[in-house]
């Protein structure tokens, strides 16, 4: 059964600094790899999407690599801004059927003015 | 603005009634997905539809039940909920269900069960 694991839980940066976030999985079969932020009371919004054949990917001041071998991804955000405090979700797509995607914990980031 | 539409945005039911999430999606995705979130949790994937036909049920008890009565629809039918169904739950959408794409979603219904 796929676990994802996501490192620090809680994060907490003054505003300018950039920051890495961790995600690690136990079954490296998988489809890819997409990271989400999440505000309070609302859905998820999908950021990256990292395929199983790829190394990385970016948009924006967001760079998400990943390396399926370790079972391991980041999330590094440049010059954090006050907009960036959310959850960001780490969530891994296997399975024999496709589309199930198992998520991590989640870690809260704030950025502070 | 999100592209996934779900409504109502809230819901209080009685144990006893029945009532149905609604979600609809206007990108020619056809594959769709509902997912349960309870407070300070990940989403739970409860039912995917691909193709308008059922292809994943992650054994959610019967008191849920999905429809998805064309491409851009689909429904979470609930009767005789429990308190702890009580959770925001979510609908997305993905071009296909092969797991290829990225799943798109929309902000949730929230649910509380007296």
């Known amino acids: 059964k796929q676990e994802v694991t996501q490192i620090p839980a809680a994060l907490s940066v003054p505003e300018g600094e950039n920051l890495v976030l961790n995600c690690s999985f136990t079954d490296s079969a998988i489809y890819n790899l997409q990271w989400f932020r999440q505000d309070p009371g609302k859905g998820l919004t999908s950021l990256l999407l990292i395929q199983s054949s790829q190394r990385e990917q970016t948009s924006g001041r967001l760079n998400a690599s990943l390396d399926k071998s370790s079972g391991r991804s980041t999330l590094y955000i440049a010059a954090s801004q006050p907009g960036d405090s959310a959850t960001y979700l780490c969530a891994v797509n296997s399975g024999t059927s496709g589309s199930r995607l198992t998520f991590g914990e989640g870690t809260q980031l704030t950025v502070n003015p | 603005d999100t592209e996934v539409t779900q409504t109502p945005k809230h819901l209080v039911m009685g144990m006893t009634n029945k009532k149905s999430l609604k979600c609809e999606q206007h990108m020619g995705h056809r594959a769709m997905y509902w997912y349960k979130q309870k407070a300070k949790k990940p989403p739970e994937l409860m039912f995917v539809?691909?193709?308008?036909?059922?292809?994943i049920n992650e054994s959610v008890p019967s008191r849920f039940s999905p429809e998805c009565p064309n491409s851009s629809l689909l429904n979470l039918h609930l009767h005789a909920l429990q308190p702890e169904d009580s959770a925001l739950y979510l609908c997305a959408s993905s071009q296909d269900g092969q797991g290829r794409q990225p799943q798109h979603f929309g902000d949730g219904t929230r649910l509380s069960i007296l």
């Open positions: 539809y691909s193709y308008e036909k059922l292809s």
